[in-house]
């Protein structure tokens, strides 16, 4: 075992990060700094630094990251359009780089020689977090106690928990894992590992249910400038705050629920649940704005990069090259989504209802249905027959066989 002076944990306070203070004082006898970003988890940040301390900790850091979160790594993202395997909307994934950096930041400052997470040796955070460290300080020393330790259980940790006197919220009877921040709400472990069980109502957070949520529609409009939303029915506010507000608007009527069984980049399947309200809508009011504001051919292009862009955020590459590189073509073509979405939110479900912009292409002049003077249709003769030409070519070969 590598002998460690001191190590920056990132901290969240739950059953696997407090086992983990005690665990590194046990056995690499190191000085632990905990490390808690606030990215929005709102009450489950109170009270960590008695907490930590009350472990062992020698202190907790505590930075406040949610404008730089939302402004620097899920707009971005959300540009993109990005969506993993067609459902998963990334939340855990994009708040790991950030943590990452800051953690860096932190062991830096503090002179530690290693850093720690409490990812498990079966999930994906353990490679976004350590890609990221690699990316960010080739020389740091990181340690993850999931690959060493012989706790290999939830309830062997609640055991070793329960033998220094840690306080969890972790509990046999709600034994699932959460993981917070301010675009979503993700629970695994426990009874969702079963992909036949249909989670409890009482899991939820940050949404009702869509049977409980009111009989009525509720109408708002988003506004994009460049491809970001700056305004909500009108009211412009600051990143971190238009989402707030948009995942109690969606909360309340019953959006942003999924449940997925993904495939992981170490290679397994797994179940997760999520809650993404407030970004739900933004997806949703993202493409309408593009639909009226991006040229056909740019859309195709960008579109045909998503599944990429989505692949690289989860699986950790947010600090690569190639990521940066599609960022840059992500934002080149973001450049004229500029308008106004407006969308009808019912029971779980988000629909466009409207879309205007500026400098829109939609044209009523050439859509219409009723009389015009700038489109000839005869012109769609000759369209026809030249991309028709290969399938005729094809059907008269076959002919003659």
């Known amino acids: 075992m590598r002998k460690v002076r001191k ?23 190191c000085e632990v700094v905990c490390f808690a970003a606030d990215l929005g988890q709102g009450e489950e940040l109170s009270g960590l ?41 990334l939340g855990t994934s994009i708040a790991r780089p950030l943590i990452a950096k800051e953690q860096i930041n932190i062991a830096n400052r503090e002179k530690a020689d290693a850093v720690c997470h409490g990812a498990t040796g079966k999930g994906n955070d353990q490679v976004r977090f350590e890609l990221s460290y690699y990316a960010l300080n080739p020389k740091i020393h990181c340690i993850a106690p999931w690959r060493e330790w012989d706790l290999n259980s939830r ?39 079963d992909p036949w069980s249909r989670p409890e109502e009482e899991m939820y957070v940050l949404s009702v249910s869509p049977q409980k949520a009111p009989d009525r529609e509720t109408i ?22 238009l989402l707030a507000h948009l ?13 997925v ?30 639909s009226i504001t991006l040229d056909r051919e740019a859309l195709k292009l960008r579109d045909s990069l998503i599944p990429k862009y989505a692949e690289l955020v989860y699986n950790g590459f947010w600090f690569s090259p190639e990521r940066e590189a599609l960022q840059a073509l992500m934002d080149e073509v973001q450049k004229p989504v500029t308008g106004t979405a407006r969308l009808s939110l019912y029971k779980g479900n988000v629909t466009v209802i409207g879309r205007k912009a500026p400098k829109s292409l939609f044209d009523p002049r050439f859509a219409t249905f009723e009389a015009d003077s700038v489109y000839n249709q005869a012109d769609a003769e000759g369209f026809i027959k030249l991309n028709a030409l290969r399938l005729s070519i094809r059907a008269a070969l076959s002919t003659r066989r």
């Open 7 to 29: 190590v920056v944990l990132a901290y969240s306070g739950g059953l696997d990060t407090s086992v983990i203070v005690r665990w590194l004082i046990e056995n690499y006898g």
């Open 220 to 241: 708002i409009t988003v506004d994009y400038k460049n491809g970001n939303p700056v305004a909500v029915d009108g009211n412009k506010m600051a990143p971190d705050k």
């Open 49 to 89: 630094g008695k907490k930590a301390k009350a472990t062992g900790a020698v202190k907790l850091v505590t930075c406040d990251l949610k404008k730089v979160f939302v402004r620097d790594y899920v707009f971005p993202m959300l540009r993109a359009n990005a969506v993993y395997e067609g459902v998963y909307l």
């Open 247 to 259: 995942n109690k608007v969606a909360g309340k009527n019953g959006v942003g629920r999924v449940d």
């Open 155 to 193: 309830e062997s940790l609640i055991a070793y928990a329960k033998k220094w006197k840690i306080p969890v919220s972790t509990t046999k009877k709600k034994p699932w894992s959460m993981d917070r921040n301010l675009f979503h709400l993700s629970f695994e472990g426990g009874e969702l590992e």
């Open 261 to 290: 069984v993904e495939n992981r980049f170490v290679g397994m399947k797994s179940r997760g649940v999520y809650e993404t309200p407030g970004g739900t809508i933004l997806h949703a009011a993202h493409r309408a704005v593009e």
